[in-house]
């Protein structure tokens, strides 16, 4: 008999702080992580290739029953106090506080949110809407105005941090950030000469990988968040920025490599293990891993 193998996802809550690392069992392969923090630290993923493509969450290492359990959703992302997820096709974005009530953000049936981020309590999306993808941002606690970029203007990426948010511009690449803080206007100008393919934001800084595939990372170095450890080409994939540190993951073996945040992110704890996804909080980092099970 030939051998059958499946596969699993499991999730590693890589605290490189206060977290202990646990491990849970899923199904499906590769899913987005987003985590929540201030009152409640909690972690979520959406739990892809199932039928329903429903929202898990952690709080304090406990595993909480499905949000909507009936309801699939495609883009998930937290902040603080705040997730957020799009409902499959992008049509609708529902909110939550930390006590799990829902609020619906935005219902629209002919413009599409295509991404999802939250920096702090500013929500952005992209929506798709006559050939080109314009940002929308919402303030989740409705107190302060939120500022968005000329709508006339097609994103391909975006990403928020706090107090301000970054895209990269459709056709030439360029940075573009807006905010009400002076940190949009500097990274933005740091970024002047570089073409990116994508952009994280964190705390005061901004990383991204340019078009030959180079991370490069713009704005305040104070805790050497801007000292990339390597400046091949494609070292990298994916990015998760904190307050203070940056993170990604090695594009070949999938190992985490953390920098800034004073040394204190670059722990050993990861070493060896293969991550699909990670996302940060303001000081820590959070991982999704994959194993391959096999059995006769
Ligand atoms: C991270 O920040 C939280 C909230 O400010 C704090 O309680 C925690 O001790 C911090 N952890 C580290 C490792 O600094
Ligand atoms: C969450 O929202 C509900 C309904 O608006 C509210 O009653 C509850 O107090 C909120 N929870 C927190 C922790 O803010
Ligand atoms: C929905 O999106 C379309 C395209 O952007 C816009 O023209 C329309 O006003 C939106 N509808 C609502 C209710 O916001
Ligand atoms: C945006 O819409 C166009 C046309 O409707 C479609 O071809 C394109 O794939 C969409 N882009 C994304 C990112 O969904
Ligand atoms: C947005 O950009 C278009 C084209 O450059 C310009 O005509 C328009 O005035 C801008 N709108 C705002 C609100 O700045
Ligand atoms: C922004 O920059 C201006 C001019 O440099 C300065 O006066 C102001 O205090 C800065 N604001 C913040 C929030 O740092
Ligand atoms: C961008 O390049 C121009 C021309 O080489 C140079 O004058 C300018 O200082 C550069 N800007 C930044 C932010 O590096
Ligand atoms: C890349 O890093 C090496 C070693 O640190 C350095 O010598 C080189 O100048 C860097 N290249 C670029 C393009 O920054
Ligand atoms: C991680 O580093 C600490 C201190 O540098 C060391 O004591 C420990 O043995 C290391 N653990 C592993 C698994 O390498
Ligand atoms: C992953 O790659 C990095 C850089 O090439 C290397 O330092 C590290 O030891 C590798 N880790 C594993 C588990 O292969
Ligand atoms: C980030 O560093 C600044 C000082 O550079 C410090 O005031 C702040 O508390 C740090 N943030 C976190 C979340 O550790």
């Not at 892809?48 to 929202?55: A, D, E, M, N, R």
């Amino acid at each position: 008999m030939t051998t059958p193998f499946t596969a699993a996802i499991i999730i590693l809550l890589t605290a490189v702080s206060s977290l202990s690392p646990s491990a849970h069992a899923l199904g499906g392969s590769a899913a987005t992580v987003a985590v929540v923090y201030g009152s409640a630290t909690t972690i979520c993923t959406i739990i892809s290739q199932q039928p329903l493509q429903q929202i898990q969450c952690w709080q304090n290492g406990q595993l909480l029953p499905p949000i909507i359990p009936t309801t699939s959703f495609d883009y998930i992302a937290g902040g603080r106090d705040t997730l957020c997820a799009t409902r499959s096709g992008g049509f609708i974005l529902l909110c939550w506080n930390t006590t799990f009530n829902s609020k619906r953000l935005y219902n629209n049936y002919s413009a599409p949110l295509t991404s999802l981020t939250i920096g702090d309590t500013q929500i952005c999306g992209l929506t798709n809407i006559t050939s080109r993808q314009s940002v929308i941002c919402w303030r989740g606690n409705e107190i302060s105005s939120v500022q968005t970029p000329n709508g006339t203007l097609g994103f391909s990426a975006i990403s928020s941090g706090l107090g301000f948010s970054c895209g990269v511009l459709e056709g030439n690449s360029r940075v573009l950030c807006w905010g009400d803080d002076n940190n949009s206007v500097s990274i933005q100008s740091e970024f002047s000469n570089f073409s990116m393919s994508n952009i994280q934001v964190g705390g005061r800084h901004a990383c991204g990988m340019d078009n030959s595939g180079v991370v490069i990372c713009k704005g305040n170095n104070e805790n050497s968040q801007l000292d990339v450890p390597s400046n091949s080409s494609y070292e990298y994939s994916g990015l998760a920025l904190g307050s203070n540190h940056s993170c990604a993951i090695r594009r070949l073996n999938r190992t985490v490599v953390c920098w800034g945040g004073d040394g204190e992110f670059s722990s050993n704890v990861t070493d060896g293990i293969s991550f699909e996804s990670i996302v940060a909080g303001l000081n820590y980092t959070c991982g999704l891993t994959t194993i391959l099970f096999f059995w006769a």
